[in-house]
């Protein structure tokens, strides 16, 4: 009998996985799996759950919760040899990972949909020394504000949670100077952020990476240029319309393999969560992963 471990966080987003755990388990075994739960406590808890389940041989893992749970599932897993099958439940706050891939979000009856129907497809995933992402890794004083916003914080006005925290780290933005070498290029100089994509979905914004697919083998790189205040803010509007792409302040590229120097202390940021700090290399791992999808995606990846 196929097995499947659902590994959830109670406290993500509005804490909705925890009231409906009972119904997501009949789901699963309706469709034949064997289903358990293991529900996260804190930090690291969801990458050892992962691990745990690879290495009891469940034939599928999925992961409950926010872009953080997701994260730490890719990231027990990514080095196994064996690795289960993925699904996601989203049910955090901004939930990019699922909108990429066009996992509803709106309701958790509808994602259990997309596990249940069983259509899969390979995804890649973002390797940055020992760590992983699957959605994004950034720099710049701007990309810090998603690790300092409080969960709490989150569960009681959501995604406004994290506007408020960008205008409060406004006037502290300021420019860096970087060395970047991706696919034997190069760019040299001062800039506000750069980001690293693997998806076309960043902090909720669909636009800022329009290119970017998960599976493609590539990752989207956005540097934005050093900019003046006003300037910055009006490009972060630009971006929401995806107007953003022909000004002359943003690079925007597709790469394999992406290298940042810097000469002042940066911090990194993988999928929202606090990634130690640069210089780094990022490497995408094409086809690392299958993972449940809705129907139209996968046959939007086949080319149907
Ligand atoms: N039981 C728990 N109580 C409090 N925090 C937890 C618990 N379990 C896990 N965590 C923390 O939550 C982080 C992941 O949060 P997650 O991304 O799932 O939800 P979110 O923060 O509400 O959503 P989003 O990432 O979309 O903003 C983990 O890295 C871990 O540190």
Avoid at 64 to 80: M, P, Q, Y
Avoid at 207 to 231: C, E, H, Q, S, Y
């Amino acid at each position: 009998m196929k097995r499947a471990r659902l590994i959830y966080n109670p406290s993500a987003g509005r804490e909705q996985v925890k009231r409906q755990l009972p119904y997501i388990l009949e789901r699963l075994e309706n469709v034949g799996y064997e289903a358990s739960a293991h529900a996260t406590t804190g930090k690291y808890c969801a990458k050892r759950a992962a691990r745990l389940a690879a290495e009891r041989n469940f034939d599928l893992v999925i992961a409950a919760g926010g872009d953080g749970t997701i994260n730490e599932v890719i990231n027990g897993l990514a080095e196994l040899p064996y690795r289960p099958k993925l699904g996601i439940i989203p049910a955090g706050t901004t939930n990019d990972f699922a909108r990429a891939i066009e996992v509803p979000r709106s309701s958790i009856e509808a994602a259990c949909d997309v596990i249940c129907n069983g259509y899969e497809m390979p995804i890649d995933i973002g390797k940055v020394g020992e760590q992983y992402f699957i959605n994004i890794a950034g720099g710049g004083t701007l990309t810090e504000l998603t690790y300092e916003v409080p969960s709490k914080l989150k569960t009681m006005i959501g995604q406004l949670a994290y506007y408020a925290k960008g205008i409060e780290k406004l006037p502290k933005i300021h420019p860096v100077n970087v060395r970047i070498e991706y696919d034997g290029k190069l760019f040299e100089g001062e800039i506000m952020l750069f980001l690293v994509s693997n998806t076309n979905s960043v902090g909720g914004f669909e636009r800022l990476a329009p290119g970017a697919l998960v599976n493609d083998g590539m990752f989207d790189l956005l540097i934005l240029r050093k900019t003046n205040l006003a300037d910055f803010v009006r490009l972060a509007s630009a971006a929401v319309r995806g107007d953003h792409l022909n000004d002359p302040s943003v690079v925007y590229v597709q790469a394999n393999r992406i290298k940042v120097y810097v000469d002042e202390v940066v911090h990194l940021n993988l999928d929202g969560e606090y990634g130690g700090m640069l210089p780094s290399e990022f490497v995408n791992l094409r086809h690392h992963f299958q993972m449940l999808v809705p129907e139209k995606q996968m046959r939007k990846y086949l080319g149907e």
